[in-house]
């Protein structure tokens, strides 16, 4: 499903030195795993998630999706790719404040450049039912709590039904029993509904959670589990 070969990511800081953020990454996720990625603060999971979700190009190396090259494609077409490809949860929400809830949850869908097929608004209703937040749709999300908000951007995530789900640190602004919930949110829709589930962590007990565990430091993979 996802490939990534040979991928590095360098900055460069004052145009002195080279600092490799991701150095010749190797990794292959299948169709409908359940994985996590972990390292400690600054180990480059933000920038690995940034490549595999397309919204971020390496500096060197090959990203295939479907066995499709798309390192070499146009920035429309990756976003084209990425945009029926993969929903993204941030740990911060990322909603925006002055769109209500179902507003948060329909943004997919008006950057979206083909037709679509479905009812957008009656599958946004929908998820807001089925993530327990019926009656929030016209909330703001300062009105929400942390775990409400999450279950949002989740519902942003889902509405253009894509097959993979990338979460970074999505329990990471949440009290452990919320923490907990959006956590059996993210299992369930990798063990019903079959999305390939990729949760980016520095905590090793919400890694423990999924079925493979990425170990990444200083930039490259260390080991898995
Ligand atoms: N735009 C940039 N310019 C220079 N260095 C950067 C840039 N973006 C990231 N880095 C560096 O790349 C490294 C990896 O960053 P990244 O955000 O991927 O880490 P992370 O593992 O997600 O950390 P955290 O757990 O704190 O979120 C860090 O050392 C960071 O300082
Ligand atoms: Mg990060």
């Known amino acids: 499903m996802i490939r990534l070969k040979n991928v590095s990511k360098v900055y460069q800081i004052d145009n002195e030195i080279t600092f ?9 996720i299948k169709k409908s795993e359940f994985v996590s990625i972990v390292g400690p603060s600054g ?10 979700g397309l919204l971020d190009r390496p500096t060197s190396g090959q990203v295939f999706i479907n066995e499709k090259e798309v390192s070499k494609l ?15 949860i941030f740990q911060q929400f990322n909603l925006i404040n002055k769109l209500t809830a179902l507003e948060n949850i329909l943004i997919p869908t008006i950057y979206c450049r083909r037709k679509l097929n479905f009812d957008v608004k009656a599958r946004a209703l929908d998820l807001i039912k089925k993530f327990n937040i019926a009656g929030k749709e016209n909330s703001y999300p300062n009105k929400l709590s942390g775990g409400q908000q999450q279950r949002v951007a989740i519902a942003r995530a889902l509405i253009m039904d894509p097959p993979v789900i ?5 329990t990471g602004n949440l009290d452990s029993k919320n923490g907990e919930i959006i956590l059996d949110l993210l299992k369930k829709l990798n063990k019903e509904e ?12 919400i ?19």
């Open 20 to 28: 490799y953020a991701l150095k010749k990454v190797n990794l292959e």
């Open 43 to 52: 180990s480059g999971k933000s920038t690995l998630m940034h490549i595999i």
């Open 74 to 88: 146009s920035d429309n077409e990756i976003s084209d790719i990425r945009n029926q490809t993969v929903g993204f």
């Open 166 to 170: 990338l979460a970074d640190e999505p």
């Open 194 to 205: 079959k999305r390939t589930v990729i949760i980016v962590t520095h905590d090793l007990d």
């Open 207 to 225: 890694a423990k959670k999924t079925d493979r565990i990425i170990k990444i430091k200083d930039g490259q993979i260390i080991g898995y589990e």
